[in-house]
């Protein structure tokens, strides 16, 4: 699976961004897929997933109330809605896919290739 991450940028604190991700290649075999995140000189951070069979979305509690993840399996696509942003939101934004269920970045296998995000003013 192929995975294209797009809709980063420079917002100011308190402002709303939309990522965006499309995914091509044989699918079948994915459950979920999700974001992760990874500031400068940090590590690699899961942000929010999401299952495509039912829809059940988990989120890490830094963004939990403030980022909202959606998904169209037919289009193969999915969304990061992210509100109310704050500095500590920046970094370089990745989705990614997985076989399996879970914020584990080791368990997922397809990602794309990033997407920078920075909160400043």
């Known amino acids: 699976v192929q995975l294209q991450a797009s809709g980063g940028g420079l917002v100011q604190p308190g402002d709303s961004l939309k990522l965006s991700c499309a995914w091509t290649g044989r699918a079948y075999n994915v459950d979920s897929v999700g974001w992760f995140r990874q500031g400068a000189g940090s590590e690699r951070e899961f942000v929010a997933a999401?299952?495509?069979?039912?829809?059940?979305?988990n989120y890490a509690a830094s963004v939990q109330g403030r980022f909202v993840i959606s998904k169209d399996k037919v289009k193969n696509t999915m969304s990061l809605q992210m509100n109310s942003l704050k500095p500590e939101d920046t970094g370089v934004y990745y989705c990614?896919?997985?076989?399996?269920?879970?914020?584990?970045?080791?368990?997922?296998?397809?990602w794309g290739q990033g997407t920078q995000v920075t909160v400043s003013s």
């Open positions: 999401i299952r495509l069979n039912n829809g059940l979305t």
């Open positions: 990614a896919s997985s076989s399996r269920w879970s914020i584990r970045s080791a368990l997922y296998d397809g």
